[in-house]
Each structure stands twice: as C-alpha cells, then as structure tokens.
C-alpha cells in the first residue's frame, strides 16, 4: 500500500524464493520505523489543504473584524462607540455561552476567587478595546494598523525593565524603523487629530499593559482554575467579554452616551445593524480560527502572517473608506508595515 509495506503468502514464498534469498528483507521494525519516517499527506478541507484554509480564515476574520468596524463607527454618523463596544462584548459572551451549551468548548466555571484575581486583566481589557474603538473612529485605518506595531516598542521596553530580557540590535533596528514610520505618517497625514493620535498612543500602552500583565498572572490564575491549569483561550474570551459589561456600562455613562442613545438614527438603520453584529460574530470568530490556525502552523507562522495581512488591510482601508493620503503619508505606511514583518521575522530567529 505504502510502497514498504510487503505481504508474503505460502504460494509466493515458493515461487519467488531464489528472488527472495537474493534480496534481503527489511525487518519489521525497521518497515515500521521508514514508514513512519515518510511525510504524511497533508490534511484536506473542502479539498484544500487544511493548514491553507486556516489561515485564511484566521487573515479573513481578523481583517474583516478592523474594516468592519470603520464601517460602523465612520459611515452612519453613529456617535456613541462605547455602546457599540458594549453590544460586542455581550454578543461575544453570549456565544461563546452557546458553544459551551452545544459541546464546542469546556469553559471555566465563575468563580469568585478566579473572577477576583482576572479582575485586574479585564480592566486593561476594557481599556485596550475601549481606546482601539474610539482611535478607529478618527484615524484612517492604514495609519491605524502602523501605530499599532507602537505596542511592540512598549511591550520590548516592559521586557527589558520588568522581566530582564534582553534583544539583539536587528530586533531594535526594526522596533526603531517602526517608531520613525509612525511618527512621519501622523506628520504627514491629511486626516491628523490631536484626540485621534491620542486615543491610538493609550490604546499602544494598553495593548502593551495587557500583554505583559497577563504573562505574569497566568500562573495566579492556574491556582484557581477547576483543572489547576492556566485559562484556555475561550475562557478568556469569555471572562474578558462577560467582565467587561459594567466597566463599559460606566464609561458610557461618563461620557454622556445613555443621553439620547436610542434616538440616534444609526439604530433604525438595517445596514448599520447588521455591519455592527457581523464585526462582532467575526471578533468572536476569530478566537476559534486563531487556534485552529495555529493547530496546523507554528507561532512563528503564525505571527508572520498576522504581521502579513495588515497590509492587505491597509490597502483595504485606504480604497474602501475614500482615506486621503499622498506620496509621503503613503510611504510610511509601507515603511511600518514592512517593519513589522521583518519585526517578527527576526524575532523568532
């Protein structure tokens, strides 16, 4: 079958003996142990190979969730973002509820030790998605996907600082490359807001706050969680959204959104209702093709093609929402974007 594998019956075993003393056999281990050695064939979904299909899930899903939400934030004069938010974050528990409901996932129970030590993380949680909604509603998306590669130099500054770690100069020569892009784009954009650019640099540090809290509390929360092991993706997801509905509750209370809320002409509108659920069913989406993604890739590929797929959203985001840009602004948006592959490229080296 295999092309190693050799069956021998009584009547063969006479007629090919001279063939057979001839030929050394192979023994059956070592049969087991070349078969083994040989590549497998790789997976099919829907006729494609699986690891192809991942990812392009996983660069539909995360692209689509950004120009989504441009989309609602920009184009149906809707002013209250933080409800917007607020609307995602109980979509998305919800349904990652009903994957549990169904038999998808196994989801950690709500505990009040577990919620207490999580706390701490969902409110840096709440910051990093709260500052992304309202810097996405006043800056372009391609200067958008540039500022944020800014988190990596505030996530490399926390590692040299915080956890002692150190980089090679190839890995600061592209996190240097990054600052420079991002600062010549805000210079030269057209669009440029003070309250946009602002709202981008706290979402940077919040990104960055977020990435290097939860590393160091991952171990805490292993000790309250049911199998004493760290949380699983989807109860974070679940954690994350379902926490996150009071302190977005009190943001949209202090920024005056309850006022006037449902008079707003953007909820009477079908497109703006049904662009606001698509983006958040496809943020929920993408927790399940980011690990179905990395089931059949490594993290370095993993990375390199989520660093990858800006750039089409970029572009995207330039064509799509009509952005303003000229040679100068438009070179430093390739410039970051290439610095952010490259980024990731020499960082797993």
């Not at 075993?13 to 064939?41: G, R, W």
């Not at 689509?64 to 441009?70: G, W």
């Not at 990093?128 to 996907?145: D, R």
């Not at 669009?191 to 709202?199: D, L």
């Amino acid at each position: 079958m295999w092309g190693l594998r050799r069956t021998y019956n009584k009547s063969s075993t006479m007629t090919n003996q001279n063939d057979e003393e001839a030929q050394p056999l192979v023994p059956q281990q070592q049969q087991k142990t070349i078969a083994s050695s040989q590549p497998l064939p790789p997976k099919l979904t829907c006729g494609l190979p699986s690891v192809f299909v991942a990812g392009l899930c996983y660069c539909c899903a995360s692209g689509s969730m950004v120009l989504l939400n441009k989309h609602a934030l920009a184009s149906f004069g809707f002013t209250a973002p933080t409800a917007l938010l607020c609307f995602q974050c109980l979509l998305a528990a919800v349904l990652v509820k009903l994957c549990e409901l169904f038999g998808f996932v196994k989801l950690q129970p709500l505990k009040r030790d577990l919620v207490a030590v999580w706390f701490p993380v969902n409110l840096i949680f709440v910051g990093m998605i709260g500052t992304s909604f309202y810097a996405l509603k006043e800056v372009g998306v391609g200067m958008v996907t540039v500022w944020k590669n800014l988190s990596n130099v505030v996530t490399a500054l926390g590692d040299v600082f915080v956890y002692k770690r150190s980089f090679s100069w190839q890995v600061w020569g592209c996190l240097g490359l990054m600052l420079v892009s991002a600062v010549a784009g805000a210079s030269t954009d057209v669009q440029f807001s003070w309250s946009g650019y602002s709202w981008q640099i706290a979402n940077c540090v919040f990104t960055s706050g977020y990435a290097l809290y939860l590393r160091s509390v991952m171990d805490k929360v292993a000790e309250h969680t049911t199998n004493k092991q760290k949380m699983d993706e989807f109860s974070m997801v679940y954690y994350n959204n379902l926490l996150s509905v009071p302190p977005i509750l009190l943001m949209m209370w202090y920024f005056g959104e309850f006022r006037g809320l449902f008079e707003q002409e953007a909820l009477r509108n079908p497109a703006f209702l049904m662009v606001s659920t698509l983006g958040g069913v496809i943020g929920f989406g993408i927790s399940f093709s980011s690990l179905w993604y990395l089931s059949q890739t490594t993290a370095t590929i993993y990375s390199l093609v989520g660093a990858l797929n800006k750039i089409p959203v970029a572009i995207v985001g330039l064509v799509a929402f009509a952005e303003p840009t000229n040679p100068k602004n438009l070179t430093s948006i390739i410039i970051g974007l290439g610095a952010g592959v490259l980024f990731t490229r020499v960082k797993s080296k």
